[in-house]
């Protein structure tokens, strides 16, 4: 296995050179580190592709030394570690081409018509050096191999103690199949908690990657449209550049956990369990037709802080799409000088969502590890009343301008709420309600102690929601209803205020933030800003068969292809009218636009184009 350790990181080396271009800018130190920091990954590749070795190497007794056994442990040896090798050597140049580590993707190309089995030759043959590279590893792999030779100890004698070296064998590779004893199995993205997203690939080696994508989904290409046409359509390069130059102002976006459109008196005639929301929308600028992208945290989250879309049946944070490049907000502020921080009071480790924090810009990651008081409540994370406080006070700390994103967790299953404030907020028909309101009262407690700070009156603030959560009204109970959620501009000056009836997503949210900064710099993102009026509202959500579509007044569902419903939304919230055929020329333009969306967003993912690459 030290052979195998070995092989692994002169392969990485090699990888380095070969895409010396790509790393290049990265300093020594950095570069050391990502050798170091691969180690625990190609453990975890070692132990899965090695599994058969070392069982064999249990075997106990005399049957384990004879030449018969030992020639069978070499032959699977060779077999397991030869394929791996490979991976990595192509690697050497295929990511060129993807900007990422292969995952198990890759193995669909075999399907793919004849386009393997007609390149090969030509990739052979232009990329020689890349069978030059597998050959000297698996001559060098297999010449140390066998110069380990296995002597039978001349007395065979019953103990305990090769039961205990078997046990204690198992759990080392256990243990390092998944990467360690930390709370989840180790991914791809874990390599962003320890360097720059840059250098994530270095990290990683392809057998890792592949082995923790096998059996995940992946995008098939879409041709719905001609290039040209999906441009027309929709085109996801922004810029907002204005005469009035770039606004520093900082950013905090605020996610409350699964706080539905319906929980929310605003919406509802004052009856709602939100009375701190409440006002502080009387004063800010809302979305009446706000939906979320998602019905799950593990998507909203991406959606809200880094404009992902959501449009595949798999998350992205556990897809095989996981490393590939993508700015968050604090990525592309941070282009003008701004510090972030991502703030959720939840375990280290739930959902993904540090790794995802670190491998899309933000500069920290501030759970429950690294929250310094008590406040635990006994399954999920920190109550919401500390932590947002935690919050408030890093931020009196921070450097100005900055960006920070604070995810809310009381109002999750199982709906924990402090002793001390037991029975102090209406239940409700549902579970969930209570703890509304505790998280709405730790809402308010937040902005008491923030308009006491500096930095507050300087500060855009955005409050939103992850997902939808469990329904009781009839209002809310359908499609439509299932993605309702809040989002909310609100300013200490007052300056934006208002009710809009603009369809309205969370990947808007961004577009939005930088076009109220006058951002300067192109960048890529599938959603639109709300503050350009030239253009209409669009919402996209996809609920596991069907993709939903709105404009301002209309709502298409479809599989892509076809229409298959359509409904006057704002006046049918039940979707009970089906007016398919009553718009026709609304009608196809939301097909168009939604075909370009999904045909742009599948190549832009297969292909590593979730960027804007800035052209020379």
């Known amino acids: 296995m030290l052979a195998v350790m070995l092989v692994y990181e002169l392969s990485r080396l090699s990888f380095l050179i070969a895409n010396y271009t790509y790393f290049g800018e990265a300093s020594a130190l950095q570069i050391i580190k990502s050798f170091v920091v691969g180690i625990r990954f190609d453990l975890s590749a070692i132990a899965f592709t090695n599994a058969i070795v070392i069982l064999l190497h249990l075997i106990p007794g005399r049957s384990f030394y004879r030449k018969s056994m030992q020639k069978t442990i070499a032959f699977v040896f060779i077999i397991c570690n030869l394929p791996a090798l490979l991976l990595n050597s192509v690697d050497l140049e295929y990511f060129k081409f993807q900007g990422k580590r292969t995952t198990a993707d890759l193995f669909s190309l075999f399907t793919m018509g004849g386009d393997m089995a007609n390149t090969l030759p030509a990739m052979a043959r232009d990329f020689w050096y890349v069978l030059v590279v597998f050959a000297f590893l698996a001559f060098l792999l297999i010449r140390m191999y066998f110069r380990v030779k296995p002597k039978t100890p001349p007395v065979l004698q019953r103990s305990y103690k090769p039961v205990l070296i078997a046990l204690l064998l198992t759990a080392v590779t256990v243990i390092a199949a998944r990467g ?5 199995p180790l991914s791809a993205m ?9 250098l994530v ?15 995940k989904s992946t995008l098939e290409e879409k041709n719905y449209l001609t290039a040209a ?5 929709f085109k996801k390069e922004r810029s907002y550049a204005d005469s009035t130059g770039f606004i520093p102002k900082n950013v905090v976006i605020i996610i409350m956990e699964s706080f539905s459109a319906e929980y929310i008196g605003y919406f509802n005639n004052g009856k709602g369990y939100t009375p701190v929301l409440d006002s502080i929308m009387n004063q800010s600028l809302v979305f009446v037709n706000g939906f979320a992208n998602a019905k799950k945290s593990i998507d909203g989250i991406p959606a809200v802080a880094a404009s992902l879309p959501v449009l595949m049946p798999f998350s992205f944070i556990t897809s095989t799409y996981s490393s590939n490049r993508v700015e968050s907000i604090a990525g592309l502020l941070q282009n003008k000088g701004y510090s972030s921080g991502f703030f ?8 993904g969502f540090d790794n995802f924090a670190h491998i899309t810009g933000f500069n920290g990651y501030y759970g429950r590890n690294e929250y310094p008081g008590d406040g635990y409540d006994g399954q999920w994370g920190v109550f919401d009343g500390p932590f947002f406080q935690y919050f408030c006070n890093a931020m009196n700390k921070q450097q100005e301008p900055f960006v920070n994103v604070f995810f809310s967790l009381s109002s999750h299953h199982p709906y924990a709420i402090p002793d001390s404030l037991q029975n102090h907020f209406p239940k409700g028909p549902l579970p969930i309600h209570e703890s509304l309101g505790y998280a709405d009262y730790s809402l308010g407690k937040f902005f008491e102690t923030a308009r006491k700070t500096s930095w507050y009156p300087n500060t855009l603030f955005v409050i939103t929601a992850d997902h939808t959560g469990p329904n009781s009204a009839a209002g809310y109970n359908s499609s439509l209803g299932m993605f309702r959620i809040p989002i909310v501009f609100f300013t200490p000056d007052h300056s934006l205020k208002g009710v809009s009836r603009r369809a309205t997503e969370q990947i808007d949210i961004i577009p939005s933030i930088l076009d109220y900064l006058h951002y300067d710099l192109t960048f890529s993102s599938f959603g639109n800003s709300v503050f350009d009026r030239s253009k209409s509202g669009r919402a996209l959500n996809y609920t596991g068969s069907l993709f939903q579509s709105f404009n301002d007044s209309l709502m298409i569902q479809t599989d892509g292809e076809e229409i298959t419903a359509a409904y006057r939304y704002e006046n049918d919230p039940l979707l009970k009218n089906n007016v398919s055929g009553s718009f026709p020329s609304a009608e196809k333009a939301l097909l168009k636009y939604t075909q370009s969306v999904i045909q742009q967003f599948n190549r832009s993912m297969i292909k590593n184009e979730m960027t804007y690459t800035h052209k020379p």
């Open 180 to 184: 360690g004893l930390q709370y989840r």
């Open 190 to 198: 874990s390599a962003a908690q320890h360097v720059p997203q840059r």
């Open 201 to 215: 690939p270095l990290v990683l080696n392809t057998p890792f990657t592949i082995i923790r994508s096998l059996g």
């Open 229 to 233: 046409d999906a441009s027309r359509w």
């Open 344 to 351: 959720h009071g939840g375990n280290n480790g739930t959902m």
